[in-house]
């Protein structure tokens, strides 16, 4: 009896090991976490949209990776750098960490396929509708995607998670009301915002279990 359950831990193990199964929340940032500013670079510029930091604590707590994921062409256009985007991703983190709320990874877009010069001007494959963030942190975290949620304010968030297999969730902050607008009815679940969109996820997270 005991070599049958250590075997079966030790096999449950090694497919834990081999193959993706962490659920994860892919998060846009603006207009998702922070109020929408063009180009955002100053941290004195950040402001956190209400309940976002309890959202994801909550997400947190129930076992989910939180990962973001951004489209930054300012630095393509030559506005700011990857590590200014990287301190305020920093202060971003500490004002999460205050309520208690981590984030597991940030995934940046950088380039632009038509604006700025250099390589970073090119048609790459991670610029949001296209997976390629979205894929390169299954990738690293060993994320089971269909067990995973995406959840932003434009067209491009919600191409980028169907297409990468997850469920894409929008929010109508940022440019979510405009978006909700040009988009056939039904085609996806629509919030109010993050928090409501959290009590979704955290809602099928606790179907999903029961069923298990
Ligand atoms: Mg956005
Ligand atoms: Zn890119």
Redesign the pocket.
């Known amino acids: 009896m005991k070599t049958g359950s250590k075997a079966r831990v030790d096999s449950q193990t090694v497919s834990l090991a081999g193959r993706a199964h962490r659920r994860a929340v892919f998060l846009?940032?603006?207009?998702?976490l922070n109020e929408?500013r063009n180009y955002l670079i100053q941290e004195e510029d950040l402001e956190i949209i209400p309940g976002v930091p309890e959202a994801i604590r909550r997400l947190n707590d129930a076992g989910f990776l939180v990962i973001v994921v951004t489209n930054q062409s300012g630095v393509a256009r030559g506005y700011f750098g990857l590590p200014d985007v990287e301190k305020l991703h920093a202060a971003l983190c500490r004002k999460l960490a205050d309520a208690g709320a981590r984030i597991h990874g940030f995934y940046i877009c950088p380039h632009h396929p038509t604006e700025g010069v250099g390589e970073l001007r090119t048609n790459c494959d991670c610029r949001k509708g296209k997976p390629g963030l979205l894929l390169r942190a299954a990738e690293e975290h060993g994320i089971e995607m269909g067990a995973s949620f995406m959840i932003?304010?434009?067209p491009s968030?919600i191409e980028a998670g169907e297409a990468a297999g997850c469920t894409s969730l929008l929010v109508k902050t940022?440019?979510g009301k405009e978006t909700a607008e040009g988009l056939p009815p039904g085609r996806v679940k629509i919030f109010p915002n993050l928090s409501k969109a959290a009590d979704f996820v955290l809602s099928e997270a606790a179907q999903g279990a029961k069923h298990a």
Request: aromatic share 8%; glycine share 24%.
């Open positions: 846009d940032r603006d207009g998702t929408e932003g304010d434009k968030d940022g440019y």
